[in-house]
């Protein structure tokens, strides 16, 4: 059974750090792309930033460009999103998704999803 399970979400003020985490389950996390996603409350989700499978090359939206680091942990079978720099319009629900299709580039449709993890950034 495939399953993605956010964690690492929290209140964090300003110009401070996370680090989510997303630990796939049910199939092998290194064939596949990985994304992740967010939705602010009103506002429609939006991707994040994303990691391909075999090159590891990585995708990131303009808002969080020099800020977030997306990474991945094979032996964990665990994609990473380091949060740097975090402003308050980052407050969302954060989500990792993928597709399980081959190749997705530069990111998954979101096919499968986790049940996500609350930021919050604020003073």
């Known amino acids: 059974q495939v399953q993605l399970v956010e964690s690492g979400g929290g209140l964090v003020q300003p110009g401070g750090s996370l680090r989510l985490s997303c630990a796939a389950s049910g199939f092998t996390l290194d064939y596949y792309t990985i994304g992740w996603y967010r939705q602010a409350p009103g506002k429609e989700r939006e991707v994040v930033s994303c990691?391909?499978?075999?090159?590891?090359?990585?995708y990131y939206e303009d808002p969080v460009k020099g800020r977030f680091t997306i990474s991945r942990d094979n032996a964990k079978n665990t994609v990473y999103l380091q949060m740097n720099a975090m402003k308050p319009e980052d407050t969302a629900v954060y989500y990792c998704?993928?597709?399980?299709?081959?190749?997705?580039?530069?990111?998954?449709?979101?096919?499968?999803w986790g049940k996500g993890t609350q930021v919050t950034v604020s003073s």
């Open positions: 990691i391909a499978s075999s090159s590891g090359s990585t």
């Open positions: 998704a993928t597709d399980l299709l081959v190749g997705s580039s530069p990111c998954p449709d979101i096919v499968y």
